[in-house]
């Protein structure tokens, strides 16, 4: 079978030189010039290997990886890296990268390292990926994992709102599994065919957010050297994902807005709207009611978002589920690491994970047991494997006197910032995620500490 490769590149001269380079050798190859068009077509077609350049606007191809790791985990990804970004390199193979190349390539080097990504791809992946099947359905109902009341009562709700188009807004503290229960409804619902598009709101600069979400048209600004469509228009008869909804610029909520009531989109530097129909479903973890009253968030969307509500609990509210998640996460880890010698999970380990605080929810359960399964050397993981996993309680908190300079907010925010790295390793996403802000703030915050 002729091998598909996915290009992936915002820029169009090298999307031009990538698709020259593999048309040349009478590969079958698509290229697509963001991640989330990427993530469109893994849903629509077979692919045997993914090449994907690692800085983009919007999503970075370091992001897409993780996701695709996530719904092809044998798919092999190459990531391609400015010359001297070393950073980049390492990041990628951290984060499970096939392999990656700097820029600017050699061809033949190219070809043959894609050649032997194909090669030992594994039988698995490449039988599931010439399924015929609806895109984006298929894999995801089975990341939602439990079976005691609280999910019961999730995927009941998921279920019932799948019947409806009605606009869905999906709460939860970060690492909950959002976006997990926005392509579960998708899946169930009858747009299952079509589209499912993922937008991280406060991904995209604020300068690029119009371009991005509504498209725009030739020479509508400098750089537009050719008409492009919006991610809206990308998901017309399908499902819109709007993450982290509670960074939207407000100037882009008001165009959202008439996205909702009137299915319009007119493209920057058009004089011209065009209809979509495609079901909104955002997700926040923030208190949207305290940000409408703050004046940072519409209250007109937030009625029109809010139509069908879905809350989905913390992993401290079902921790009955946690064993059945463990082994879960177990059985995608070892997957994805062919090497190890773990093999299951000892009940001392479970119960361990049972009684663990996890801030950061199922990701941060997930993560654990990632790392329990790469450092690992025996073949049941035991409470020795799991020393990393964050258990402290809130009340070893050591905070400094009140008495003197007054504790203000800000001051506490630091400080709490400062505890939670130091938890990490110094690991910023992490922390971030934790604390449930963005990198800039988590940034801003320590800067207001240094000054």
């Known amino acids: 079978m002729q091998a598909r490769v996915l290009v992936v590149d915002d820029d169009l001269e090298m999307r031009d030189a990538l698709g020259a380079v593999f048309a040349r050798d009478g590969r079958s190859c698509d290229v697509v010039s963001s991640a989330t068009a990427a993530l469109d077509s893994i849903g629509r077609r077979r692919f045997d290997a993914i090449v994907c350049d690692v800085r983009m606007e919007g999503m970075s191809g370091l992001d897409l990886l993780e996701r695709v790791k996530k719904i092809r985990p044998t798919l092999p990804v190459i990531l391609m890296t400015g010359a001297g970004k070393l950073h980049d390199a390492v990041e990628a193979i951290k984060r ?3 392999q990656y190349v700097t820029k600017p390539f050699d061809a033949d080097a190219l070809r043959a390292m894609v050649d032997e990504a194909v090669s030992i791809a594994s039988p698995e992946e490449i039988d599931r990926s010439t399924r015929v099947g609806p895109p984006l359905a298929e894999g995801f109902d089975s990341e939602i994992v439990g079976d005691g009341p609280a999910m019961r009562g999730l995927q009941a709700l998921i279920d019932r709102v799948a019947l409806s188009s009605a606009p869905v807004l999906v709460t939860g503290e970060t690492g909950v599994g959002k976006e997990l229960v926005a392509r579960a409804i998708h899946a169930r ?8 598009v993922a937008v991280n709101t406060s991904a995209i600069q604020d300068s690029l957010f119009e371009s991005e ?11 537009a050297l050719q008409a492009r469509h919006g991610l809206v228009t990308e998901a017309d008869k399908g499902t819109l994902f709007l993450d982290e909804i509670g960074d939207m610029p407000m100037g882009m909520q008001a165009k959202l807005l008439r996205v909702l009531q009137f299915g319009e989109v007119r493209p920057v530097g058009s004089d011209r709207t065009h209809r979509v129909d495609v079901r909104v479903i955002a997700a926040t973890h923030r208190d949207l009611p305290l940000l409408v009253r703050e004046g940072r968030f519409r209250e007109d969307l937030y009625f029109r978002l809010n139509v069908l509500p879905i809350a989905v609990p913390p992993l401290r509210a079902h921790r009955d589920d946690i064993p059945a998640l463990a082994r ?7 997957r994805r690491v062919s090497r190890t010698h773990v ?3 000892g009940e001392e380990a479970l119960r361990v994970l049972s009684n663990a605080t996890w801030p950061g929810n199922v990701r941060e359960l997930a993560s654990a047991i990632e790392r329990a399964v790469v450092f690992s050397s025996d073949e049941t993981i035991g409470p020795e494997h799991l020393a990393c996993t964050a258990t402290v309680a809130p009340q070893t908190l050591a905070w400094p006197s009140i008495d003197g300079a007054p504790w203000t907010m800000q001051r506490l925010n630091q400080a709490y910032a400062e505890w939670v790295l130091d938890q990490t390793g110094g690991n910023k996403r992490r922390a971030a995620e934790i604390l449930g802000v963005d990198l800039s703030t988590l940034y801003r915050w320590r800067r207001t500490t240094s000054d």
Not at 213 to 223: D, E, I, K, M, Y
Not at 328 to 334: K, M, N, P, T, V
């Open 96 to 98: 499970g990268a096939f």
């Open 343 to 345: 093999r299951s999970i």
């Open 328 to 334: 879960h996460f177990l059985s995608e880890a070892c």
């Open 213 to 223: 979400l509504f498209g725009h048209s030739r020479g509508s600004f400098t750089g």
């Open 189 to 196: 619902g009858e747009r299952s065919d079509r589209p499912f």
